[in-house]
């Protein structure tokens, strides 16, 4: 197996509590998984961990046969993109994509190309002199997936990035990362509490409860022979 990102007996606690229960999970180049769950059965913390954000408190997670734990989060070539946009409201949407560049010290010349041609796959070229406030929720999370892929990751993490947007900009904008994950064969965990939306997006779906991984499979499998009873509420299979 060509697996590309690849965790093992991942566990971490907050105050007594397992909030990640020893996960295993084995994402492949160019794959996208849907980490589909519950409010509050661990989603974030798993992508925190993976960014480096949150520590674990045992297990290991692989990138490309580099143990993630050994590098700071930095140097992780790991990118993401939260829920809540986040993007810097001082900077303009060109200096938001460059933001990243800038840190690692890559050439101007490098940087403006770089940021030119990602504003155009995220169709915001019109607005690359705007600021954050000026712009719609939607071209706010577009800006904010320019951003995150600017620095080439090997994987972009993205945390409920259309759940503040409204029906049909959600629609468009899951079509369009979608789209844009497909060309750049960009390996991807998308987090979602939203079973039609992981149904619709994804190679894969992982349904998480309480921590766990309790049902891994394609979105059919997922819809059509969900395992337990918790999945068949869940995917809504029952109706
Ligand atoms: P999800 O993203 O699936 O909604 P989270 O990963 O945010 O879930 O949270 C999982 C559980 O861990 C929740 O019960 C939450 O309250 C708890 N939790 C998350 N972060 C912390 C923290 N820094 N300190 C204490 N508890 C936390
Ligand atoms: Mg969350």
């Known amino acids: 197996m060509n697996d590309y990102l690849k ?12 909030v990640l229960d020893r996960i295993d999970l084995e994402i492949r180049q160019g794959e996208l998984v849907t980490l589909l ?26 990138l490309e046969h580099n143990d993630l734990a050994k590098l700071p989060p930095r140097s992780r070539e790991v990118g993401m993109v939260f829920q809540s946009y986040a993007l810097f409201p001082n900077l303009t ?8 560049m800038k840190m690692r010290g890559m050439p101007k010349a490098v940087r403006r190309s770089r ?16 600021y954050p406030h000026a712009l719609s929720g939607g071209q706010q999370q577009r800006v904010a997936l320019a951003r995150s892929l ?3 990751p090997k ?7 259309l759940s503040a947007l409204d029906a049909r900009i959600r629609k468009n904008l899951r079509t369009e990362i979608r789209n844009i994950q497909k060309r750049l064969n960009m390996t991807t965990l998308f987090v979602t509490h939203d079973q039609e939306e992981a149904l619709i997006l994804s190679d ?7 921590g766990r991984i309790v049902q891994d499979g394609s979105p059919e499998t ?3 022979a969900p395992r337990t009873e918790f999945a068949a509420r869940f995917m809504g299979s029952y109706n």
């Open 115 to 130: 940021t030119e041609e990602l504003l155009a796959l995220v169709d915001l070229e019109a607005k690359v002199n705007a």
């Open 93 to 100: 949407v060109f200096q938001n994509v460059e933001y990243g």
């Open 7 to 18: 965790l093992e007996g991942v566990h971490k606690s907050f105050g007594g509590t397992a």
């Open 150 to 152: 600017a620095v080439e």
């Open 155 to 161: 994987v972009l993490l993205l945390d409920e990035p």
């Open 204 to 210: 894969r779906v992982c349904l998480m409860n309480e």
């Open 222 to 224: 997922m819809y059509t």
């Open 37 to 62: 769950g519950p409010s509050g059965c661990g989603k974030s913390t798993l992508l925190r961990c993976i960014a480096g954000l949150t520590g674990l408190d045992s297990g290991r997670i692989v």
